[in-house]
Every structure is written in structure tokens, then in C-alpha cells.
């Protein structure tokens, strides 16, 4: 659209003067790795505790059934069994889960077990709790169900039409919620447009396959009638509502612990429902219980991503500017609305793209359908919108006869109009995009591999190119569920930090993320470090979260890449004030005027006279045990506790608002060579260019760049559900659930661009999540190699027996799938 107001760039602009520079941007060897890499780690299945129990489930077979009975007698007279529970015993003893739908979807009625009827294979249907594992497995096994199968629904555009069975009777539609927005003259521009393209296509569901599956154990002590609960839940704290209503018990009666969790990727946000079965059990035995869930449950049941069908349509000038996008869009979310249909609004966050594109319009649905629930899978509603218009702008190059990198080139935003405000109401931070795309293709040797192509494919050979644009919006705005449930009391986003200087002057730094492998320990040191002027080494960060002592607020958790922006300014902002009252106090005890006093390299000295200085340390000691020496009212102890809150506003009557806090930029080059024999893509070039503001650690960011790249290759050409018609899912093993090795993904060139983000203190922008781009990029890529062939391809997966059947449709003409 333009250039954001000034008065809005002041309102969200921070200070960073507290900065020194000396520890930021080092690639410092991540403080976690010391411990993890040594076996030293400590995660859910390793906590023991004594008298301990085990849970178990026994699952549907079914999509889609009703119960008619449950026999559970046998399995409650093996020995070593505990407690056995169907629905109805669940049913009993809590209320339904709390649903976040517009009416009529929040009639839903969720329990964590299913009661009445089962709405998707792998739905828990009876739990057992034993004295192992073992005889909780075969106690399952006992326990014999009689089902009334019923008709499926595993199509979501099927799941809207009049007469499809229905996943929740009592919601009389399988609708979750629809929203229309508009923002801009879209009638104008596509009125007023040289031509209008216009493709249909389906990004496919898969999930983020961790290493560590979901794991929780459930600790209740009578005598305080308190409830512990260690998880892997990647942000607990923003799911207190369902714990306190599912356990019938108040926020400080719930303790919630994390320790190190074996990745994440999204899939453990909704594993909240295990963590109520858990407690439950827990406070009907009086001893603790365990759960870990098997690989084929997780793959089967635990969260996917919610697959996309949209029906785009783009207004273009002859020049190949494109003026407007029109769009239709499904999502299809499962059989539980436990996160979801929040993806419908997270996509506002990149409405445009990276494109200044001045209108757009979007009629979306989501739908419930019979199959697992969906949840927010990294790069999280973003990137299958980006895929949409990124796959848009390949057909428009190819519609005008234009090079893919040039038409992307003529629409980016400039850097000139940094912050630019998008026509949903976005607010891009900062960066030189058009710069970034340079030299990207530079690096890639683009237009090299573009004439190369020519000559191999007058060899026969199959060689595609594909270059695509991409942003991870970082650091959301919970107001956006707004757009959909104006209702909900949930806005903003927010996160907290405590800094404690210890009375022999080394820093502990305690935070309200739940990393998974992030470096969180790592970058919150650096950042404390950098602003006190200490040692790295002197930096002591707590591992995981626990409610009883973390700092924590109800948007606390790691998601939506937030701990960049969000995280590392809270810890900015301790530290800072942290290093206020250090000089307060040293002023007083050097008698120097405050504002003449400097911090730096572990002491506190008078700019006019250096020979007054005092170490850290001592400044400690006199705050924690010789009070009487401090400045007169000061209170005594070095704790600095802080909460960062982004002037972020709830969306208008048009539904515009700027959804997330900084927007990093991504560039990705991508080579294939398509075997005609057998069909598989062979990358053999594979460039990317990032610019996440200032770097905190490039190891880190290095690594988070590789992890989304592997992520976007796996979902592109290997990972993907496949579903019958009846709901079953076919391939619930890794067998046969594709996820590739480390010989599966290409080697990389990793280059960057640094642009500081005006809105963090730090600079810095959140990154993990890559915003999908390499999935985007290899579909371009061999979308490109099929091309001269009439083949297209409509879906975000793109495995060899897709690439056949157009290779073998090339010769009866054009193909799409």
C-alpha cells in the first residue's frame, strides 16, 4: 500500500541504547549443546518418580462411528491394573473442553476421550493405567468395543455441501466459521486490469514429525492438593483455560514444568489433552502417571497441519504488475477445533506477501472433517498462503512470457518505503528487498543455470529453476483471532523475563519460553551479556519453564517464531533495568553523579575519574548482605523482572491490523532434475538468502535456516498423509510416512543480509519457521522443469507418481495436478 504513518513507526520504534554490540552477532557454541550432546539432557520419559503408573489408549479403527458399548471387564481384572475409563467415566468427572468457535461451532462438544461416537481414526476411546507399560498395552488389547460405522467425510469443500454427513451433530454444519475479507477497491482493479489469472490450488496435510513424541507426567500431591505436570507442551501457559476447567482446579493449584523437549514444530501444542487424562488419573490414584505416546499414535493422532484449497485469482497489468488478488479459501481442520480455526486470520499476516499489491479479497472457510486435528505446523497458515501467491506469480510470469525473478522483482517492496503498511494493515519493519532477490540469484548463479537449462534440455534432459520470495512474520498479535470470534477475551502478545544478579556477581536468567531446541539459553545470555557487560560465560540460563517460578504471561510459549522479537526483548528490557540499578547503586557508593557513571567489562567506573570504579561483584554483595552501605530507599537485592508488550492494536471494523511484530525476508534458488524414468526430483543446486535483522548467534541462525529448508524439501517430495474415502489414513508408520534422512536433503548455500529491526530492542526478527519458503521453492522448480511439457502443478506435494502421471498426461496435452 504505502508507507506506514510516522506516527505509527514512533509508536512501535524501541530503544536500544542499553546495547553495547560486544556479544551480539558471535557465533557463540550454544550453551544447550554442552549438555545435550553428552546425554546429559533431561525430557519427559526421563523423569522417575516413585510409585509411578502408566497410561495407555486404546484408539478407533473407524473415522467415523458410534459406540454402541464398551466392555471393559477384562481388562480391569488383569493384574497390575489400575484404573480403566471410557468416555463416560471421563464425562463425569470434567466439563467439555473450552471451545474458542463462533456459534454454531462452539456447540461442539470435545472431551478428551470420545463419548458416544469417534470422529477420527486414532480418536482415544478407552484409557488404561497399570503398573508398566507393558500391562497397559496388553490391558488395552482386553477391552472389546462394538461400533456402528457411519459415512465419512475427508473432503473439506464435500464437508460444506448440503447432505454431508455431519462430524458434530449438535453443531448441525460442519462449518467452524467463515470470514469475508476485503480490504481495498478489488472490484476497480480487476475491472481496470490488462488480464486476470486465475489457478486453483491445494497445499497437502502432513506433519512436524519431532524426534521426541508426546510425553507428559502427572504428579498430584493431597496434602497441598496441588497438581505437577511435566510436559512437552510448547506453550502451556496459553492453554491454563483447559487445564483449570478439564481438572476442576484454580491457576495456582496447577504447576506446569518443561525441561528439554525434543523438538516441536507445532505438533505439541494441542497435547494439552493428555496432560488432563494424565491428571486425572493422577488425582483418582494418588500416585503419579505416565504417559509417552508410540510414534504410530503420533503420526496417527497426535496434529496436523490443516491442508488449504483456494481458488485464486490475480489482476495484472501487461507490464506484470499485479494489482489485486481475489481468493477462495477452505481449510480443512479436522475433527476437533482444539487450536485451530486460528489459521484462518494467521494468514493476514502476509496478506500481500512480500508484493505491493494494493487490494485483496478472501472468502474463507474452515471446515471440520473426519480427520485428526489440525494445529499450527512450522511456518503455520503463512506458508501455505505465500505458497498461493508465490505459485500465483510463477503462472503470471509464464502467462506474460516474463522471467519468474523479474516479475517478482517489479512487485517487490522497496526499501524506500520501509515500514510499509499492507492493505490488510500489516506493518513490514525493515529490509532492502529487492537487494536481497539480487543477490540471491547472484549467488545461485541464476541466470547462468537459465542458460544452462536451454542446452540440457535440447539434451533431453529434465531441468527446472525456481526462485521464490518469503517472510516469517514473527512475534503474532492474538487479536487476530478477533477477525474470526470477536468475543474472545485474547489479545496481543506478550512475554516475560526475570534477571537476577546473584551476591557473587554472576547474572540467572529465568524466561517464559518453552524452547525446543531454539538456543533460547543461548541467545538470552548473549543478550544479557551484551546490555550488562559481563562474561557469557557468567550467564547462568534456567532450562524449560515452571509456572511455579518462570516469569510468565498467557500468550508465554515458543510459537509463531516469537522469541526473537518478543522473548529476547523481555530478557532486553530485565537486563536493562537491571544495569539502571547497578548504576544507581554505584553512583551512590563512588559519589558520582549518576548519569557520569559507566558499566562495562564487569565493573562500574566514573567517566571523569576511572580511578573510582568498583567491581560487579562487590556491588552485589553489598546489595544482597551489606544493605546499610546502599543509597537510602533503595531496596535491597538485584532482581530485575520484566514483561514486553508490543503496542500492538485489536483489528477494526474492516478487520485491518498489524497482526505480527517483525517480518525477516527470505530468498530461495532451487535446481531439480526430474528422472523420466522413475519421476523423482533431484535438487542439484539449492541457494537461500535470509535476512532475520540483526543476528544474535549465526550458529543458531544458521541452524534454523537448515532445519526449514530440510522441513520444505520433506513436505515438498517426500512427507504427506494420504487418506481413503472412508478416513483411513494409509500411511501412519514412518514405513511409509516418508521422512527423509540426512542423505535425502541437498547441500545448501546459506547467505545474509543484516537489517535491524526498528521494533525490537535487539534488532532482531524471528526466523525458525522460514515462512514455507522451500517447499514453495522446489514446487517452483519442478513445476519449471515440467512446464515445456504442458504440465502444472496444483498441489504443494509433488512425489514421483504425481510427476509420471504429468510426464505420461504431457503427450494428450496440458496436465495439472
Known amino acids: ?113 470420545a463419548v458416544d461416537k469417534v470422529r477420527f481414526q486414532g480418536e482415544p476411546v478407552a484409557m488404561v493405567v497399570a503398573e508398566s507399560r507393558y500391562i497397559a498395552e496388553d490391558a488395552v488389547n482386553q477391552i472389546d468395543v462394538d461400533y456402528e460405522p457411519l459415512p465419512a467425510v475427508v473432503d473439506a469443500e464435500r464437508a460444506l455441501e448440503p447432505g454431508a454427513p455431519l462430524v458434530h451433530e449438535e453443531v448441525g454444519t460442519n462449518l467452524i ?70 481438572l476442576n482446579m484454580p491457576y495456582p493449584k496447577l ?58 485469482s490475480a489482476a495484472v497489468r501487461k507490464d506484470g504488475t499485479v494489482l489485486a488478488l481475489r481468493m477462495r479459501c477452505v481449510d480443512d481442520d479436522g ?100 537487494e536481497g532477490l539480487r543477490r540471491a540469484l547472484e549467488a545461485a548463479d541464476y541466470w547462468g543455470w537459465r542458460k544452462r537449462q536451454e542446452e540440457l534440455r535440447r539434451q533431453g534432459r529434465i531441468i527446472g529453476v525456481g526462485v521464490v520470495v518469503g517472510s516469517d512474520s514473527a512475534g503474532p498479535n492474538m487479536a487476530q483471532v478477533k477477525m474470526y470470534n470477536p468475543g474472545l477475551p485474547y489479545t496481543g502478545g506478550t ?69 526473537a522479537p518478543i522473548g529476547l526483548s523481555a530478557v532486553y528490557l530485565a537486563a536493562a533495568r537491571l544495569k539502571e540499578k547497578l548504576a544507581k547503586i554505584a553512583a551512590y557508593l563512588l559519589k558520582c553523579p549518576e548519569g557520569d557513571v559507566v558499566i562495562e567489562n564487569g565493573a562500574a567506573r566514573c567517566a571523569k575519574d576511572p580511578q573510582r570504579s568498583m567491581e560487579l561483584r562487590r556491588i552485589a554483595r553489598i546489595a544482597y548482605g551489606n544493605v546499610n552501605e546502599l543509597p537510602p530507599g533503595m531496596e535491597p537485592g538485584l532482581y530485575s523482572l520484566a514483561i514486553f508488550r508490543p503496542p500492538f492494536q485489536n483489528p477494526d471494523e474492516n478487520r485491518r491490523a498489524n497482526l505480527a511484530l517483525t517480518y525477516s525476508y527470505n530468498v530461495h534458488v532451487v535446481v531439480v532434475e526430474i528422472d523420466p524414468e522413475t519421476g523423482m526430483p533431484k535438487i542439484l543446486s539449492y541457494t537461500a538468502l535470509e535476512d532475520s535483522g540483526r543476528i544474535v548467534n ?43 534422512t540426512a542423505l535425502e536433503i541437498p547441500d545448501m ?20 519457521e522460514g515462512g514455507g519458503t522451500a517447499v514453495q521453492a522446489v514446487i517452483s522448480a519442478v513445476e519449471d522443469a515440467l512446464a515445456p511439457l504442458g504440465g502444472e502443478l496444483g498441489e504443494s506435494h509433488a512425489d514421483p507418481e504425481t510427476i509420471l502421471r504429468i510426464l505420461k498426461g504431457a503427450a494428450r496435452g496440458k496436465s495439472e495436478v
Open 495 to 563: 512475554e516475560g523475563a526475570l534477571v537476577q544478579m546473584t551476591p557473587d556477581g554472576k547474572v540467572r536468567v529465568i524466561l517464559g519460553s518453552s524452547p525446543q531446541g531454539m538456543g533460547h539459553e543461548t541467545t538470552a545470555a548473549q543478550v544479557v551479556a551484551d546490555v550488562l557487560d559481563v562474561s557469557y560465560d557468567d550467564i547462568y540460563v534456567q532450562t524449560g519453564f515452571d509456572s511455579f517460578s518462570s516469569v510468565y504471561t498467557m500468550h508465554s510459549g515458543t510459537y509463531g517464531s516469537r522469541f
Open 749 to 768: 548455500k546459506v547467505i545474509h543480509m543484516e537489517t535491524p529491526s526498528p521494533f525490537t530492542p535487539t534488532g532482531a526478527k524471528g526466523m525458525g
Open 177 to 246: 466459521a467463515h470470514v469475508h475479507y476485503k480490504w481495498g477497491d478489488v472490484d476497480y482493479y480487476f475491472q481496470h486490469a490488462d488480464l486476470v489469472v486465475e489457478a486453483k490450488f491445494h497445499y497437502h496435510r502432513f506433519t512436524g514429525a519431532p524426534l521426541e513424541t508426546n510425553a507428559v507426567v502427572a504428579d498430584y500431591d493431597e496434602r497441598a492438593d496441588v497438581m505437577t505436570i511435566y510436559c512437552n507442551n510448547q506453550a502451556p501457559m496459553e492453554w491454563l483455560p483447559q487445564l483449570s476447567a478439564g
Open 698 to 740: 549465526p550458529l543458531i541462525v544458521d541452524g534454523q535456516v537448515h532445519g526449514a529448508i530440510a522441513h520444505g524439501v520433506a513436505e515438498a517430495l517426500y512427507e504427506k498423509y494420504h487418506y481413503d474415502e472412508n478416513g483411513n489414513l494409509l500411511n501412519p508408520t514412518f514405513v511409509d510416512y516418508l521422512v527423509p
Open 255 to 312: 504447576r506446569v514444568v518443561t525441561r528439554d523437549i525434543g523438538g516441536g514444530f507445532g505438533t505439541k501444542l494441542i497435547n494439552y489433552v493428555y496432560m488432563i487424562l494424565a491428571a486425572l488419573a493422577s488425582k483418582e490414584l494418588k500416585r503419579p502417571v505416565k504417559y509417552m505416546e508410540t510414534r504410530t499414535e503420533n503420526l496417527q493422532a497426535a496434529a496436523h497441519n490443516a491442508e488449504r484449497t483456494c481458488t485464486v
Open 1 to 113: 500500500m504505502s508507507k506506514a504513518p510516522p506516527e505509527i513507526i514512533s509508536l512501535y520504534t524501541q530503544d536500544s541504547s542499553a546495547l553495547t554490540l560486544k556479544w551480539l552477532g558471535k557465533p557463540l557454541k550454544p550453551k544447550e549443546d554442552y549438555r545435550l550432546v553428552r546425554g546429559r539432557g533431561t525430557f519427559v520419559d526421563d523423569i522417575q518418580l516413585p510409585r509411578m503408573a502408566y497410561m495407555a489408549f486404546l484408539r478407533s479403527p473407524y473415522s467415523h462411528a458410534r459406540i454402541k458399548r464398551i466392555d471393559v471387564s477384562r481388562a480391569k481384572s488383569m493384574p497390575g491394573v489400575l484404573l480403566v475409563w471410557t468416555g463416560d467415566d471421563i464425562k463425569r468427572r470434567m466439563r467439555p473442553l473450552p471451545q474458542a468457535t463462533p456459534p454454531p461451532a462452539r456447540n461442539a462438544i470435545d472431551y478428551p476421550l
Open 335 to 434: 475433527a476437533y477445533s482444539r487450536h485451530e480455526p486460528a489459521g484462518m486470520t494467521v494468514w493476514a499476516q502476509v496478506s500481500t506477501g512480500m508484493y505491493k499489491i494494493r487490494a485483496l479479497e478472501n472468502d474463507y472457510y474452515a471446515v471440520f472433517t473426519n480427520k485428526c486435528p489440525s494445529t499450527s505446523i512450522r511456518g503455520f497458515s503463512r506458508a501455505p498462503h505465500l505458497f498461493m501467491i508465490e505459485r500465483i506469480m510463477d503462472r503470471i510470469a509464464r502467462r506474460l512470457g516474463m522471467d519468474p525473478a523479474e516479475i517478482r522483482m517489479k512487485n517487490l517492496v522497496g526499501p524506500e518505503e520501509m515500514p510499509y503498511m499492507t492493505p490488510s494493515g500489516g506493518i513490514y519493519d525493515s529490509g532492502n528487498w529487492p
